[in-house]
């Protein structure tokens, strides 16, 4: 009898080794069936803390980090309606709200720390501003996509594309504290693609810290890349999609089915430069990102969510913070997330975000930018209004392409 109880467990104990042995692999299974891992960010929903003076921030176009991982920020003043700016009102209608200054410096915890901005002397200030990024050295870069000679509310981006002599024509180089510093083109002076000196409607901006040259996407008016000298402006080269001279022909409205376009569309909206010298642009209503050597060689092309239509899907990339900077982020404010792409590969691994107005999710995500501790911070346009903070929480396996609102995780119960 002992030795049948004996013999007895022993056979429920091996199932049950058995069982829990198999509940390991299943595990292992999807784990490995979900391919890769991606980096996993959670929603910072305290980020960034209420202004002061009871300024509001409108269209916010542009975020930068600095090297003290400081966020910088610029937004439009002339996109708020009539009712955000009650207090500006004579006499004032009530005791809120304001205008805040069109440039923003938050430390990570989020307190305001600087801002400035706006019309001065020796340089022209851009109709609608767009776009920042603070260089190596410390220095402040601004574009502009605006038509006209003073801000206006528009519905859209495209908008401001359309008639009108186009003012923003430039670029401005700022200290940390607001001194104008050199102007680079001059407003209403563009000349189109291939005109050396002037810009027209530049969306973004980066310095490459090896060379000491300035990247345009250059833009709203025109369709190239174009790189000066960042101490002197002056002009070093400048090319179009796939390397091609560019060429300003008007384009037929985009068509997922047609082959892909051999120019750039407007806006050419975002540029990012690697370590390893590969540079990213964003031809953002063609829905693809380009790849090129710094001498404007193309590399390889990746469309993201192609059949977008209206304002286009590759609003704006970062690059991931590891040592390979593995990763790229693209911001896409037509689908409302961030999609996480394999640098190598530029395979998307997965997206989050959601469209909404409760932290994590996005109206309009119009740029993106990273820290030195891999957290990714973002800026909303039209009527978006805001920044976030998303934190970076390691690598976990893709389970899930679409992980949709990224909300904090309660402590366990």
Same mark, same amino acid.
């Given at each position: 009898?002992? $030795?049948?109880?004996? !013999?007895?467990?022993?056979?429920?104990?091996?199932?049950?080794?058995?069982?829990?042995?198999?509940?390991?692999?299943?595990?292992?299974?999807?784990?490995?069936?979900?391919?890769?891992?991606?980096?996993?960010?959670?929603?910072?929903?305290?980020?960034?803390?209420?202004?002061?003076? #009871?300024?509001?921030?409108?269209?916010?176009?542009?975020?930068?980090?600095?090297?003290?991982?400081?966020?910088?920020?610029? #937004?439009?003043? @002339?996109?708020?309606?009539?009712?955000?700016?009650?207090?500006?009102?004579?006499?004032?209608?009530?005791?809120?709200?304001?205008?805040?200054?069109?440039?923003?410096?938050?430390?990570?915890?989020?307190?305001?720390?600087?801002?400035?901005?706006?019309?001065?002397?020796?340089?022209?200030?851009?109709?609608?501003? *767009?776009?920042?990024?603070?260089?190596?050295?410390?220095?402040?870069?601004?574009?502009?996509?605006?038509?006209?000679?003073?801000?206006?509310?528009?519905?859209?981006?495209?908008?401001?594309?359309?008639?009108?002599?186009?003012?923003?024509?430039?670029?401005?180089?700022?200290?940390?504290?607001?001194?104008?510093?050199?102007?680079?083109?001059?407003? %209403?002076?563009?000349?189109?693609?291939?005109?050396?000196?002037?810009?027209?409607?530049?969306?973004?901006?980066?310095?490459?810290?090896?060379?000491?040259? +300035?990247?345009?996407?250059? !833009?709203?008016?025109?369709?190239?890349?174009?790189?000066?000298?960042?101490?002197?402006?002056?002009?070093?080269? #400048?090319?179009?999609?796939?390397?091609?001279?560019?060429?300003?022909?008007?384009?037929?409205?985009? %068509?997922?089915?047609?082959?892909?376009?051999?120019?750039?569309?407007?806006?050419?909206? @975002?540029?990012?430069?690697?370590?390893?010298?590969?540079?990213?642009?964003?031809?953002?209503?063609?829905? $693809?990102?380009?790849?090129?050597?710094?001498?404007? =060689?193309?590399?390889?092309?990746?469309?993201?969510?192609?059949? =977008? +239509?209206?304002?286009?899907?590759?609003?704006?990339?970062? +690059?991931?913070?590891?040592?390979?900077?593995?990763?790229?982020?693209?911001?896409?404010?037509? %689908?409302?997330?961030?999609?996480?792409?394999?640098?190598?590969?530029?395979?998307?691994?997965?997206?989050?975000?959601?469209?909404?107005?409760?932290?994590?999710?996005?109206?309009?995500? *119009?740029?993106?930018? =990273?820290?030195?501790?891999?957290?990714?911070?973002?800026?909303?346009?039209? $009527? !978006?209004?805001?920044?976030?903070?998303?934190?970076?929480?390691?690598?976990?396996?893709?389970?899930?392409?679409?992980?949709?609102?990224?909300?904090?995780?309660?402590?366990?119960?």
């Amino acid at each position: 009898m002992k $030795r049948k109880y004996y !013999g007895g467990a022993a056979f429920v104990a091996l199932i049950g080794a058995l069982g829990a042995g198999s509940v390991v692999l299943q595990r292992r299974a999807i784990v490995e069936a979900a391919g890769v891992q991606a980096p996993r960010f959670e929603v910072d929903p305290m980020w960034p803390k209420p202004l002061p003076n #009871h300024w509001v921030i409108g269209a916010t176009i542009g975020v930068a980090v600095d090297s003290s991982d400081h966020i910088w920020i610029i #937004h439009r003043e @002339g996109s708020l309606e009539a009712k955000e700016k009650y207090a500006t009102w004579s006499p004032p209608a009530s005791g809120c709200c304001a205008p805040a200054p069109p440039i923003l410096e938050f430390n990570e915890a989020g307190d305001l720390i600087g801002h400035w901005g706006g019309p001065g002397q020796g340089y022209d200030w851009p109709a609608s501003n *767009h776009g920042i990024d603070v260089d190596f050295k410390g220095n402040v870069w601004i574009g502009g996509n605006g038509r006209g000679q003073q801000p206006a509310a528009l519905p859209t981006d495209e908008s401001r594309m359309g008639g009108g002599p186009v003012h923003d024509s430039m670029v401005l180089k700022f200290t940390q504290s607001g001194k104008f510093l050199m102007q680079i083109g001059k407003p %209403n002076k563009g000349k189109g693609s291939n005109d050396p000196e002037n810009l027209k409607l530049p969306a973004k901006t980066l310095v490459d810290p090896k060379t000491n040259e +300035l990247y345009v996407a250059d !833009g709203y008016g025109n369709r190239r890349v174009i790189v000066f000298d960042a101490d002197t402006g002056k002009y070093k080269r #400048h090319w179009g999609a796939y390397g091609h001279k560019p060429d300003d022909t008007q384009l037929p409205p985009y %068509n997922p089915k047609d082959p892909p376009s051999q120019q750039f569309r407007t806006p050419v909206h @975002g540029v990012i430069l690697a370590n390893d010298g590969m540079l990213y642009v964003c031809d953002r209503t063609n829905d $693809r990102i380009q790849a090129f050597k710094t001498d404007g =060689t193309f590399v390889k092309e990746m469309f993201i969510e192609k059949n =977008t +239509l209206g304002d286009g899907s590759a609003f704006d990339i970062a +690059l991931s913070k590891d040592k390979g900077q593995k990763y790229l982020y693209v911001a896409d404010g037509s %689908n409302m997330k961030v999609h996480v792409l394999l640098r190598d590969t530029l395979e998307i691994l997965t997206t989050f975000g959601d469209g909404g107005r409760q932290p994590g999710q996005f109206y309009a995500v *119009h740029s993106i930018a =990273t820290d030195s501790k891999g957290n990714i911070f973002t800026t909303e346009t039209y $009527r !978006g209004q805001r920044a976030q903070k998303f934190l970076y929480k390691g690598l976990a396996p893709v389970v899930k392409k679409d992980q949709g609102t990224v909300w904090p995780k309660g402590p366990k119960s």
